[in-house]
Nanobody
Framework: QVQLVESGGDLVQPGGSLRLSCGAS????????MGWYRQAPGKQRELVAT??????KYADSVKGRFTISRDIAKNTVYLQMTSLKPEDTAVYYC???????????????WGQGTQVTVSS
């Protein structure tokens, strides 16, 4: 079993900053990719940023404001968010593509989410 736990969500004013973190634990052989998604009330879940090896991808809406990084040794991914806007308000979910053991197929794992609220 694999568990992803997010932290760092908070209430901040527009223009503020937050740093989200997500740690993976459990039976892990390797993590192929990690990323962040978000879902606002009444909206579909959307990709925020992903990191896989040296490849990083950002949603256009956060490009230049958010930075994703990963500590491979700690099985942890971070999302540094700056210049936050009310439109960034959402539950942010950690995602990881995890191979649990050698020779097995990787699985897509999700955390429970952490609330980010941007409001004045």
């Amino acid at each position: 079993q694999v568990q992803l736990v997010e932290s760092g969500g908070d209430l901040v004013q527009p223009g503020g900053s937050l740093r989200l973190s997500c740690g993976a634990s459990g039976t892990i052989f390797r993590i192929n990719a990690m990323g962040w998604y978000r879902q606002a009330p009444g909206k579909q879940r959307e990709l925020v940023a992903t990191i896989s090896g040296g490849k990083i991808k950002y949603a256009d809406s956060v490009k230049g404001r958010f930075t994703i990084s990963r500590d491979i040794a700690k099985n942890t991914v971070y999302l540094q968010m700056t210049s936050l806007k009310p439109e960034d308000t959402a539950v942010y979910y950690c995602n990881a593509d995890i191979q649990m053991t050698w020779g097995t197929t990787s699985i897509d794992s999700w955390g429970q989410g952490t609330q980010v609220t941007v409001s004045s």
